[in-house]
């Protein structure tokens, strides 16, 4: 016996068509952008309904309702729904109103609201894991009509069934999910924290580690250890499933079926997204855009590492002092080979590189498993989620 079935203890659920347990209404009408400059009043956006299981009423937006106008106040207990989207999967995503309102707030437009008739009792905190379930969801999307854009068709969404349990089934499947969805909240404030403090670690002792007075070491400028150069590639070079790596202007590498060089490499864009803030660290084959550049240390008198992790700290504030504008936007050979760089003993090195890459490790370790911690609890919730809200339809009232 599953739990739902033990919580349901021999009592059948009913199924009701939506259209005959609740009132459906529509979002603003009438409205033009002057509107929403100074409003009066209070709305609910379409991303707010998107984007939450609940109504989340933290800075909600102004649009200007008069006396006279007779628009659709947003009730406790309603659900709240998207009226179109571009694919029929994410038409009709739901919110539900859980909270009492103590001042008139609006459903904007491209969204509509379902308010259910006074004798049906579902709690709103049920009804907002419920229409995100995947039954739910699946139902919804089969309502969607369109070709480039699609809209939720009011007379199919009246047609669908939902289940009615008790209210203490509700209440209990409330509790489990609301359990769920916190520890899920927890381990992520949690994560995102160690990820915080690592990081905070990591750039201290690589400040400490890299920094050098005047008197304590030779220092060259990056032209006198490493060679420096561009690649020979076009953005629109890049295939989906090339061979080899293809470091172009942007943030993430692209792929390519020839490759250029084959060494231990820094590289980074001369313009684009994140210039002079974003390095790669390149092992073996590998092509390069034009607007690109590659920095090979000489590994006879400095560690390719070292260099990578001291330009890496310095690198930005140095083309800051050198640009001649006021935000740094692209970069030029000279700025790389007149870079000053300390250069201490190749011990020292190798001992600043280990520390510094066992920190890069550790951040890194950490930047990948939190995403995927939280997709494993996303999963599990969801399939417990579905669990609870499978009810069976031995009971559907039309």
């Known amino acids: 016996m599953s739990y739902l079935e033990k919580l349901l203890d021999g009592v059948e659920v009913e199924w009701k068509p939506l259209g005959e347990i609740s009132e ?223 470091y172009a202007r942007g943030i993430s590498p692209l792929k390519l079926n020839t490759y250029d060089f084959e060494e231990t490499a820094i590289i980074t864009a001369g313009d684009g997204v994140g210039v002079g803030k974003v390095f790669h660290w390149a092992v073996g084959k590998y092509a390069l855009h034009q607007r690109a550049y590659r920095i090979v240390p000489n590994e006879k008198e400095i560690n390719p590492r070292y260099v990578y992790h001291y330009i890496v700290t310095n690198f930005y504030s140095y083309i800051e002092k050198t640009s001649v504008s006021s935000s740094v936007t692209s970069m030029r050979k000279p700025m790389f080979l007149k870079f000053p760089i300390p250069i201490p003993s190749l011990s020292e090195q190798a001992r600043i590189v280990s520390i510094l890459d066992k920190f890069d490790i550790l951040t890194t370790s950490i930047s990948e498993s939190l995403p995927k911690e939280i997709e494993l609890r996303k999963k599990q919730y969801e399939y417990y989620r579905d669990l609870l809200l499978t009810f069976p339809k031995s009971n559907i009232v039309s």
Do not use: C
């Open 24 to 246: 459906i209404y529509g979002g603003l009408t009438g409205k033009s952008k002057a509107d929403f400059e100074k409003g009066n009043a209070k709305y609910i956006s379409y991303k707010n309904i998107f984007f939450n299981l609940n109504v989340k009423y933290d800075n909600l937006e102004t649009v200007k309702i008069a006396e006279s106008e007779n628009q659709h106040e947003v009730k406790y207990g309603d659900v709240l729904f998207t009226g179109s989207s571009e694919t029929p999967e994410e038409v009709g995503m739901s919110s539900a109103v859980t909270t009492n309102i103590d001042e008139p707030v609006y459903l904007n437009s491209f969204s509509f609201g379902v308010r259910f008739n006074e004798e049906i009792k579902l709690i709103p905190e049920f009804s907002k894991y419920l229409f995100r379930s995947k039954f739910m969801r699946s139902a919804i999307s089969k309502t969607a009509s369109g070709v480039t854009r699609y809209n939720v068709s009011k007379a199919r969404f009246k047609k669908l069934t939902i289940p009615i349990p008790p209210l203490s089934v509700q209440k209990e499947i409330v509790r489990i999910l609301d359990k769920f969805t916190e520890l899920t909240t927890e381990l992520t404030t949690e994560l995102t924290a160690e990820l915080a403090a690592r990081k905070q670690q990591y750039e201290y002792y690589r400040e400490h580690l890299l920094s050098f007075e005047d008197g304590d070491v030779e220092w060259k400028t990056l032209g006198e250890v490493a060679l420096i150069g561009t690649g020979k590639h076009d953005t629109q070079d890049a295939v989906d499933n090339g061979d080899y790596i293809f």
